[in-house]
């Protein structure tokens, strides 16, 4: 689904974090968005996923302005670094339990779980809990149950930035085919310029508390403020040597 926020600001013991922030994604998009530590970024996903209150604005996913709404009850899911796999279930069961809670019976949740494993390439780890398995796997975990449930919304903070870069980039590839498939609508928060390129089919960058959106590739690496110039320009400085 599409997503307006409109006039965001939040402040926050003197320090506005938020100011008079608005953007529109389109449905189906991945929003990329950088900006240096401390620019509102994680403030801006919460305020989204209704786990952080604003002090003006709204914010409509759908059509719905779910300002109001219970983060339960918004369609927006929200992950970062740590998987937050349930310790006590196996995987399977860790997969379905969105759809459980949902209301969905046991036989019909453990079969869309089971076939969300085929896809993550997990199958074969079915009955073995989290701490059996690696961080790349159980990552790949929790994106499987964010997406079986279908959400109006995903909202990624810096997801991949405790992986390896093999795994790193496994997983981007993962997500972004999964994404595409499911036309999900996703903001997702990195300080990598190369992950922020690869992932967002929008590119943006935040500072003092607004975010700028770019139109294209182009427009987002002629502003010095992204970095991509220098890092053009290293590896252009190797042709030279």
């Not at 937050?84 to 379905?96: A, G, I």
């Not at 093999?166 to 990598?192: N, P």
Request: proline share 2%; with cysteine.
């Amino acid at each position: 689904m599409n997503i307006k926020v409109n006039n965001i600001s939040v402040n926050r013991s003197g320090q506005q974090v938020l100011n008079g922030l608005s953007f529109e994604l389109e449905d189906g998009h991945i929003l990329s968005v950088m900006g240096k530590s401390g620019c509102g970024k994680t403030t801006l996903l919460r305020v989204i996923a209704g786990l952080g209150s604003s002090d003006t604005g709204n914010i409509v996913i759908g059509g719905r302005d779910v300002t109001l709404v219970p983060p339960q009850e918004r369609g927006a899911v929200y992950l970062y670094q740590e998987a937050l796999l349930f310790p006590h279930l196996n995987v399977l069961d860790n997969l379905s339990f969105g759809l459980r809670i949902r209301g969905e019976h046991k036989k019909s949740a453990d079969e869309k779980a089971r076939d969300m494993l085929e896809q993550l390439d997990l199958a074969s780890h079915a009955a073995k809990k989290s701490e059996q398995l690696s961080g790349g796997q159980r990552q790949r975990v929790a994106f499987g149950r964010a997406l079986l449930v279908s959400p109006a919304v995903l909202l990624l903070d810096e997801p991949f930035s405790n992986l390896d870069s093999e795994t790193r980039a496994a997983m981007q590839q993962l997500y972004r085919k999964m994404a595409q498939e499911r036309g999900i609508t996703t903001i997702f928060v990195t300080h990598d310029l190369k992950e922020a390129v690869i992932m967002g089919s929008r590119l943006s960058y935040m500072e003092a508390g607004k975010l700028h959106l770019y139109d294209n590739l182009n427009s987002f690496a002629a502003d010095t403020r992204t970095g991509m110039q220098r890092e053009i320009g290293f590896w252009q400085s190797f042709d030279k040597k």
